[in-house]
């Protein structure tokens, strides 16, 4: 079977959902539908059923998961070349919010690009809340990822950065509310803590999903926002904005590089692991 189609059936094993996986892969409805049309036949089973409920992997379908991901897996180290570290090839998928990919990425990767020039690296952004989701399902090797205070047994971590948590308004703007928080992740249960600990019923102003968002709604005069002092120093609307350091100091966010601790093995991730930058 082609790889390709292989790593199509996955994704959409992870996503349940013909419409994402056609977007997010690159690939027309209709070639995906014909993908796993040809997957089944040559499987001899159903390997996912559309229902009223959506899309649901069969008992064939999960036994085909866990064969694609061997078999992808496999032919990773057949490409890796194990055992010749200097020739390592094959592709790196590598999740990174906006802000680490200015401010980290080109630190991090560097001694692996140096020392194996043929890995390709593909790249990928978006809310920093969903970095270790999406490492967990398997769509990207490795995260750069706020860690929380306890982080899951499947993965492990090594520290990248640590930085502070800040208040930050327009330049007219005042420290008191409304506030701008994140929708979710680490940085929001962290305002809250420091809301419940100052004892301030914060008035919220707005919700985005996305830091580097935040700082714009903040700069448009939104509210105070929350958030890493490495967003806030990397904004491109810096100068528009103004730090409150606030009191008592909100908690210090640590940003790690996470992966699978199943995939450690493999010969891409435990190059990038072994090298510091």
Known sequence: MEHRELELFLHLARTLNYGRTSLECHVSAATLTRTIQRLETRAGARLLDRGPRGVVLTADGRRFTAYAEQALALWDDYRAGAGEAADLTGELRIFATVTACQALLPDLLAPLR???????????????????????EGEVDVAVAGIPKRLP??????????TDLVLVTSRDGTPDGPFVVPARGLVRDAAYRWFRKTGVKPVIA??????????????????????PRLVFESSAVRDRLVERPPN???????????????DLHRP???ALWDLRP
């Open 206 to 227: 707005a919700e985005p999903d996305g830091h580097e968002a935040l700082l714009a709604l903040v700069a448009l005069g939104c509210g105070t926002g929350v958030v």
């Open 114 to 136: 140096a020392a194996h020039p043929q890995i390709r690296l593909d790249v990928r952004t978006g809310d920093a809340a969903a970095a270790l989701a999406r490492l967990d």
């Open 248 to 262: 008592p100091p909100l908690e210090p966010l640590t940003i790690g590089l996470c992966a699978r601790r199943a």
């Open 268 to 270: 891409l991730i435990s």
């Open 153 to 162: 047994q499947s993965m492990v971590m090594r520290t990248v950065a640590v």
